[in-house]
């Protein structure tokens, strides 16, 4: 079955398709949400609230994706892959990997992630200092000599005071198809 929340817009052409029985038995779309045209949502997606997803986004089957998420037009995700809460995903890319909360990704085949989403994080609301803090986590996860599970590892323990650090951290650790990769410092851009 397919439950969809309220206030949402389904533009033309917006393609939703039901649960399975292996898979749960249903697709969710959430509350607040904006599907543009063509968007196509496959079987047991669950989709959280307020999120934006622009002309011709694609969705493969089990796919989850967390409030206030932006996924820009002709974006093709993967099966199984999860988008974390506030994320930003820029236009034309495909998505292989799960993208951790808070998080820009952009870039043709295989996205890389591009940093923290400070603008969208701004917009809603976080302050600074809860955006330092998140910055210092990606860096000491992403920039860090240490193997992926090693580098979380010591950043539950430095960020053990932040709740966006640690939701992070936990999805970091919970990924099944593997994380997007940064690009290297020197590819990011300021904001």
């Given at each position: 079955?397919?439950?969809?929340?309220?206030?949402?817009?389904?533009?033309e052409y917006?393609?939703?398709?039901?649960?399975?029985?292996?898979?749960?038995?249903?697709?969710?779309?959430?509350?607040?949400?904006?599907?543009?045209?063509?968007?196509?949502?496959?079987?047991?997606?669950?989709?959280?609230?307020?999120?934006?997803?622009?002309?011709?986004?694609?969705?493969?089957?089990?796919?989850?994706?967390?409030?206030?998420?932006?996924?820009?037009?002709?974006?093709?995700?993967?099966?199984?892959?999860?988008i974390?809460?506030?994320?930003?995903?820029?236009?034309?890319?495909?998505?292989?990997?799960?993208?951790?909360?808070?998080?820009?990704?952009?870039?043709?085949?295989?996205?890389?992630l591009?940093?923290?989403?400070?603008?969208?994080?701004?917009?809603?609301?976080f302050?600074?200092?809860?955006?330092?803090?998140?910055?210092?986590?990606?860096?000491?996860?992403?920039?860090?000599?240490?193997?992926?599970?090693?580098?979380?590892?010591?950043?539950?323990?430095?960020f053990?005071?932040?709740?966006?650090?640690?939701?992070?951290?936990a999805?970091?650790?919970?990924?099944?198809?593997?994380?997007?990769?940064?690009?290297?410092?020197?590819?990011?851009?300021?904001?």
């Amino acid at each position: 079955r397919v439950i969809i929340g309220h206030d949402n817009i389904l533009r033309e052409y917006v393609t939703v398709n039901r649960g399975t029985v292996p898979g749960g038995g249903k697709t969710v779309i959430g509350h607040h949400n904006f599907l543009m045209a063509y968007v196509h949502v496959a079987h047991d997606c669950h989709l959280g609230n307020h999120l934006i997803m622009a002309n011709a986004a694609t969705l493969a089957g089990h796919i989850t994706i967390g409030d206030h998420a932006v996924i820009g037009g002709l974006v093709g995700i993967h099966q199984f892959v999860r988008i974390g809460a506030y994320v930003m995903i820029g236009g034309c890319s495909a998505v292989v990997q799960d993208v951790p909360p808070f998080m820009r990704a952009a870039g043709g085949y295989r996205v890389k992630l591009y940093g923290v989403n400070s603008i969208g994080l701004k917009r809603h609301g976080f302050s600074n200092d809860r955006i330092a803090v998140l910055k210092r986590a990606y860096e000491a996860v992403f920039r860090s000599d240490h193997r992926m599970a090693e580098a979380i590892k010591r950043a539950k323990d430095e960020f053990k005071e932040s709740a966006d650090a640690l939701e992070v951290l936990a999805f970091l650790e919970g990924s099944k198809r593997g994380v997007c990769r940064s690009v290297g410092k020197d590819q990011e851009d300021e904001d």
